[in-house]
């Protein structure tokens, strides 16, 4: 493990690279994580002395923690195949006010623009003390963090958790060279200035404090400029990609990320996803398949795509027992109560579909909640058609990943409010996540797709989709921080 003090690349994240669970013996389990950022660690060269730091989530995890010296784990022995974690044990009741009152209730709506504003947001004193608690939890990372960095560190932060981390940070080691990465969508000004004008300063301070500050798309660090300009009335200069700000000066950098195809193709080709693809044969038959996969998250906007689904059907009848619609929604934050509510949305309308057009010979839809990875696999290998259309997204790895694995190829529906639009939107069917005959009649043209069109244009958004591998991700923005 890395020693204190000696550590040159750390990484700071919310959720880290593992999971611990509690074993019928009382003994603790862990678990490797998936996705884009635990890729992008494991890609860390050998001779890189790295570490990552991130929050205990559960209370397996924090009895992880505290059985190691300052929450510092040697995952050798668990077999993760990842490098080094400190579990920070932050108190319960901070974590819950910074993660689920400011970050997933206020940032992830202010910047994915997901508030109904006759109701919401209201910033009060409950409000308040949740944000004191943001402080709080960003502080207990770089109190972490300053003290594993030793003389020549990158440290690389992640996304809106932590977006008063580089602030922070830079109070405590002046030295480091400090990278901030989001991987959400930022909100444009006037949406941005929905927040109280001291929490909209200290955002973008916090921010700026970084060396690098990078996005997933020059959309969304267009986005960010633009704040920079209005609400801190910062030096903004475009063509160099510079904001100058209360005497520093930080360079704003697009990072794309995308799939590892060749890890990814091998776990699409495990012996868990082909029994879960012949379960699905046996369901679906001979019909069309329709795939969506998603977390039953509120911009992921499930429930216009199954009404675009009714729609289809009711305008082309002739789709009618030829198409069966797979809709995978695993639950996402049901400790908040507008994503239970919708969660049941979701589920209402699936039921007003089968209803409609279910039959004793043909299910239209199969709407799954349960988180079973390797039945995603299998539908994205067998998808004809998938549908991905979020009210607004950072990136978007499904819209990328379904076309590396496409067994037969795949068309791909799209919003063109996803930043994987930028990469993938020529070779897609563009939508207004919002129009639903639109999308509906996207549907009838991608099922209506000839098998040579489909592959066709699956072999090219699977050429763009990997062509920002998570390492490459990773490799970039630490090339940024070795020129500070």
């Known amino acids: 493990m890395a020693s204190e003090g000696n550590t040159n690349v750390l ?30 660690l494991a890609a860390v060269p050998s001779e890189v002395d790295a570490t990552w730091v991130c929050a205990a989530m559960s209370e397996a995890d924090r009895a992880a ?36 009152g400011i970050a997933n209730s206020t940032l992830w709506f202010v910047h994915h623009m997901l508030f109904d504003m006759a109701d919401q947001p209201v910033f009060d004193a ?31 932060v992640q996304d809106y958790h932590l977006s008063l981390t580089p602030g922070l940070l830079r109070e405590r080691r002046p030295d480091l060279a400090i990278g901030h990465f989001s991987h959400t969508p930022w909100a444009p000004p006037d949406y941005f200035r929905l927040l109280p004008d001291d929490v909209a300063v200290v955002l973008l301070t916090g921010v700026l404090a970084a060396d690098y500050a990078s996005f997933l798309t020059a959309r969304w660090a267009e986005a960010f400029l633009s704040c ?76 216009r795509g199954l009404l675009a689904y009714r729609d289809l059907l009711r305008r ?31 589920h209402r309308v699936g039921k007003e579909i089968i209803d409609e057009f279910g039959s004793p010979d043909w299910d239209p839809l199969i709407l799954s909640v349960d988180d079973d990875y390797a039945r995603s696999l299998a539908a994205y290998r067998m998808a004809h058609v998938a549908v991905v259309n979020p009210l607004r997204d950072g990136m978007n790895l499904v819209a990328k990943e379904i076309p590396i694995v496409s067994d037969d190829g795949c068309a791909l529906v799209l919003s063109r409010e996803a930043g994987a639009a930028v990469e993938l939107g020529e070779d897609s069917l563009l939508i207004n996540p919002f129009d639903i005959q639109e999308t509906a009649d996207a549907l009838h043209v ?16 699977a050429m763009r989709a990997g062509a920002h591998p998570p390492g490459r991700w990773l490799a970039d923005q630490l090339a940024e921080l070795t020129k500070y």
């Open 316 to 346: 082309h009848p002739e789709w009618q027992g030829r198409v069966v619609h797979v809709a995978l929604a695993y639950p996402s934050r049901h400790d908040l109560d507008k994503y239970r509510e919708y969660s049941a949305a979701v």
């Open 126 to 156: 409950a409000f308040r003390q949740q944000w004191a608690a943001y402080g709080a939890y960003n502080a207990a990372f770089a109190d972490a963090l300053a003290e594993e960095a030793g003389p020549g560190t990158r440290v690389l």
């Open 228 to 303: 920079c300009e209005v609400v801190l009335g910062a030096s903004v200069d475009r063509r160099r990609g510079l904001v100058e700000h209360a005497g520093r000066q930080t360079k704003i950098g697009v990072n794309p990320l995308g799939v590892d195809a060749a890890s990814f193709r091998a776990r699409a080709d495990q012996p868990d996803v082909r029994d879960r693809m012949a379960g699905l044969r046996s369901l679906v038959g001979g019909r069309k398949l329709l795939v969506r996969v998603d977390r039953a998250e509120l911009s992921k906007n499930i429930v």
């Open 65 to 100: 923690a505290a059985s190691a010296p300052r929450g510092r784990l040697d995952l050798a022995g668990y077999e993760t195949g990842t490098v080094p974690v400190r579990l920070l044990d932050i108190d319960p009741h901070i974590f819950a006010q910074a993660y689920n």
């Open 446 to 461: 991608a099922l209506s797709m000839s098998p040579a069109e489909r592959k066709a244009r699956n072999s090219r958004l």
């Open 11 to 40: 990484l700071a994240s919310n959720r880290g690279p593992v999971s611990f669970i509690h074993a019928d013996d009382g003994s603790l389990t862990c678990r490797g994580g998936a996705g884009g950022l635990a890729s992008a």
